[in-house]
């Protein structure tokens, strides 16, 4: 498999936000550069229950026009195994409907 090519086989499924909504999004870029995304706090809500984590390192962080707050489609994986420099987890759309999407160096559930 080259660089460019992506197996689904090598995603390792690390939350599922079936059922969720995004109840808030923060996002802290560098000073210097907007470019730069250090951290995405995302708070997931499902059953009355709130669920914080914290992403780092955040890289290609796209939010399409249209997302309507619904993390359904929404998945965090373990892709550590395609040795990206600096990647190890993907936040990915599953479904059509408009999604965020980002790579991160890590991720932690936050209280």
């Known amino acids: 498999m080259s660089l460019g090519e992506v197996s689904l086989t090598d995603r390792i499924p690390l939350v599922s936000f ?27 809500n499902s059953n009355q229950r709130s669920h914080r984590y914290r992403f780092s390192g955040v890289r290609n962080l796209v939010v399409e ?14 892709i550590s195994s395609r040795n990206w420099d600096g990647v190890s987890v993907e936040v990915h759309k599953i479904g059509q409907d408009p999604g965020i999407t980002f790579l991160a160096s890590s991720m932690e559930p936050c209280s």
């Open 18 to 44: 079936a059922g969720s909504h995004l109840e808030e999004l923060r996002v802290t870029f560098d000073r210097e550069s907007l470019m730069h995304c250090y951290f995405v706090e995302l708070v997931a």
């Open 65 to 78: 026009e249209g997302f309507s707050g619904s993390l359904a489609d929404v998945c965090v994986s373990d």
